[in-house]
């Protein structure tokens, strides 16, 4: 299984909402991260897992907040968002190769109204 | 941080060689280089990385001069499905205790029939 999966695909909530995006793999990977892509972008690191330790992207607002519940599943909490916010958020997942050998999700598009 | 300019855009004939060039200047000694594919909606997938050299594997060729201060995705014969968007990235890879990355801002390769 080489799957990142990430639920949910599309999400549309309102700026005082509180959700979680999630992400899964099964690949036995030790690195998981959170990228923000904006349309006609290029992906921006957000967030970091190594071990299940988080190493914090500086530039990241803390209406958004990480999680790793185990090696296999990363959770993006999300409260209090702008409509600037809204992107594709992806998931991605390494072995050794670190944060730039890594296998995405296909993301989940957010919508903030 | 690596910066990273790359064409923003490509035309080729199915069945052509392509190459994309992405120019990084101040690379870094610990500093990788990959390329990665993306469709609309998609995740980027993971192409190829290398260091130094030529880096060859089932779908691309990886060429980088003994200088690393720019690199050449090759694609032989691209066919349709290869309509996508191209991104290099220059970062470390595990272990060297950094996380910058420097997405370039991608190349939008167009097959034409």
């Known amino acids: 299984d080489t799957e990142v999966t990430q639920t949910p695909k599309h999400l549309v909530m309102g700026m005082t909402n509180k959700k979680s995006l999630k992400c899964e793999q099964h690949?036995?990977?030790?690195?998981m991260y959170w990228y923000k892509q904006k349309a006609k972008k290029p992906p921006e690191l957000m967030f970091v897992?190594?071990?299940?330790?988080?190493?914090i992207n500086e530039s990241v607002p803390s209406r958004f907040s990480p999680e790793c519940p185990n090696s296999s599943l990363l959770n993006l909490h999300l409260h209090a968002l702008q409509p600037e916010d809204s992107a594709l958020y992806l998931c991605?997942?390494?072995?050794?190769?670190?944060?730039?050998?890594?296998?995405f999700g296909q993301g989940t598009r957010l919508t903030v109204v | 941080l690596a910066k990273t300019t790359q064409p923003i855009s490509m035309d080729s004939y199915e069945g052509q060689e392509v190459n994309i060039t992405c120019s990084h200047n101040?690379?870094?000694?610990?500093?990788?280089i990959t390329w990665y594919q993306q469709f609309p909606s998609q995740g980027p997938r993971f192409i190829i990385q290398?260091?130094?050299?030529?880096v060859t594997n089932e779908v691309a060729s990886l060429f980088i001069p003994a200088d690393r201060k720019s690199s050449t995705l090759s694609l032989p014969r691209v066919s349709l499905s290869d309509t996508a968007v191209y991104y290099c990235l220059v970062g470390a890879a595990w272990g060297a205790g950094s996380y910058q990355l420097t997405f370039g801002k991608g190349t939008k390769l167009s097959v034409i029939p």
């Open positions: 991605a997942s390494s072995q050794f190769g670190g944060p730039t050998e890594a296998f």
């Open positions: 897992y190594s071990y299940e330790k988080l190493s």
């Open positions: 101040n690379i870094a000694t610990n500093d990788y």
């Open positions: 690949m036995g990977h030790r690195a």
């Open positions: 290398g260091y130094k050299t030529k």
